[in-house]
């Protein structure tokens, strides 16, 4: 199965501050099966970046997503209060679909 | 917006099976243009693709659980369920329902979850 390692496992970052969290793949993955998501305590995970670049409904543009590679990147602009929660990258371009073990982005 | 709500038992035996169900608010269950997946988290830690179903396709399992796993449709009460059986306690987690458009795995709709512990 491939296997998703994100990177870093803790981000602490200021409001305002820029934030760029890294999903490594383990082999091959189409862009188009790439996908992020936000997760909050208590809270189901919520789709942020679909196809690793396009951006689900409502979700702000400070949100960016790329690919290189076997490496996709999820780029907060400038942070927002609202954004300090962990992020998960997913793909199912290979069964089992596979989630990394996600990015913490914490207030510093 | 489609809402979904997961139930079932939240302590389970070990050995025993775990159920649960996932009540869709909309009539989509009915359609082949959606794929219906659960997803589990076991505390603290990150999520886990269990398998999906879909009308027209039928179900695909995550290897590592198949053949505990079944998963099935009841469109007359817009419920998909989930049983897993001869449960541990590894088995304990939340318990997510979620949707996305068919031959998609984008789950832009999840239930609130469910939390499940196995204990005896």
């Known amino acids: 199965e491939i296997v998703l390692t994100q990177s870093p496992g803790t981000l602490s970052l200021s409001p305002g501050e820029r934030a760029t969290l890294s999903c490594r793949a383990s082999?091959?993955?189409?862009?188009?099966?790439l996908v992020w998501y936000q997760q909050k305590p208590g809270q189901a995970p919520r789709l942020l970046i679909y196809?690793?670049?396009s951006r689900a409904t409502g979700i702000p543009d400070r949100f960016s997503g790329s690919a290189s590679g076997t490496d996709f990147t999820l780029t907060i602009s400038r942070l927002e209060p609202e954004d300090f929660a962990v992020y998960y990258c997913?793909?199912?371009?290979?069964?089992?679909?596979?989630f990394g073990q996600g990015t913490k982005v914490e207030i510093k | 917006q489609v809402q979904l709500q997961e139930s079932g038992p939240g302590l389970v035996k070990p050995s025993e099976t775990l159920s649960l169900t996932c009540t869709v608010s909309?009539?989509?269950?009915?359609?082949?243009?959606?794929?219906w997946t659960w997803i589990r988290q076991p505390a603290g830690k990150g999520l886990e693709w269990i398998g999906r179903?879909?009308?027209?396709?039928?179900?695909n399992y995550n290897p590592s659980l198949k053949s505990r796993v079944t998963m099935s449709v009841d469109t007359s009460k817009k419920q998909f369920s989930l049983k897993l059986t001869s449960v541990t306690a590894a088995d304990t987690a939340v318990y997510y329902c979620?949707?996305?458009?068919?031959?998609?795995?984008?789950?832009?709709?999840w239930g609130q979850g469910a939390l499940v512990t196995v204990s005896s």
């Open positions: 979620a949707r996305s458009v068919a031959g998609t795995a984008d789950f832009d709709c």
């Open positions: 909309d009539g989509s269950i009915s359609s082949d243009s959606y794929y």
């Open positions: 179903f879909s009308t027209s396709e039928g179900t």
């Open positions: 082999q091959s993955v189409r862009s188009k099966y």
């Open positions: 196809g690793a670049s």
């Open positions: 997913h793909q199912y371009d290979s069964s089992p679909q596979t």
